[in-house]
């Protein structure tokens, strides 16, 4: 019987320190599953140090290494999608390229996958060498992603899984531009299996997050998922709306029962700056979906490659 093709999937974006390292520990592990050839696909997201020279000296050395050159740096989301595109095997493994996904499990991802499973992914046990800022924030966006919206989007877990060729096939068809992969692979269903790991740290380099990256992503999770923002102003609206037609009310009978001195300026104020606050919040909410809009009906190509290492088919 032929042998399964089995690619290992890496997005990696100034990775110049681990890169030797990754292909020590991958190719260790892949080169020694029986009955699978591999292929290690890197995605050079438009690195700007060495990476790129790194993968062709890879590449020119044992040709189980392929790269995708991307034209600029796109974001991990976006260097996934080229990878999806790109990858050959019947069975697919994201990891990152920092080593913080250990690759020593995949063999027990594949006897997931030969078991019948879809899509084997990763649940964190813990997070080493993340902070305790970065723990917090991350568990509440999980928690307001997963009561803002239907789709079940997991807390703690990664990109880091395993998929077989139809779960990387249904993927392919996301073609949105603004995109949160991690939510796919919700969308898409088929059978998953989660498993437990530590996360370790990164071997060397940086965190290309910060702050606002994450926050970014965050809202992008939430406004990709659901529409539930756009319920909130509305529900604000009619609440707001409803205490101000109560205050009416009372105004008038009490101008009617006591007569009205001209008086009431804090209340005035108070009132404007208020429904000031959540007209603005609410045009906020507004205009973050119809920038989506924008962003999706240009329908613009997702990425441009430089080279590919491999044939094209
Ligand atoms: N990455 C990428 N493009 C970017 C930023 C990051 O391809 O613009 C890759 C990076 O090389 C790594 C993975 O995405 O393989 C995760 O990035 P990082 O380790 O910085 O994130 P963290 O693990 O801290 O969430
Ligand atoms: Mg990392």
Redesign the pocket.
Known sequence: MKNKLISAL??????EECLHELYKRVTAVLSKLENYDYEILI?N?GSKDKTLEILQELHDKDNHIQYVNLAR????EI?MAAGFDYVKGDVVVIL???L?DPPELIPDMISYYEAGYDDIYGRRKSRKGETWLKKTTAKLFYKLLQKSTRVDILKDTGDFRLLSRRAVEALKKYKEQRRYTKGFFALIGFKKKEFLYDRDS?VAGQ???NYFNLFNLAIEGITSFSNFPLRLSSFLGIIVAAFGFIYIVFLVLKTLIFGEPVRGYPTLLSVIIFLGGIQLLSLGVIGEYLGRIFDEVKNRPLYFVEKYSGDEE
């Open positions: 890496i997005p990696a974006y100034n990775e995605i997201d740096n796109y974001g991990k260097a990152d390229a920092d913080q990164r965190s290309k997050w």
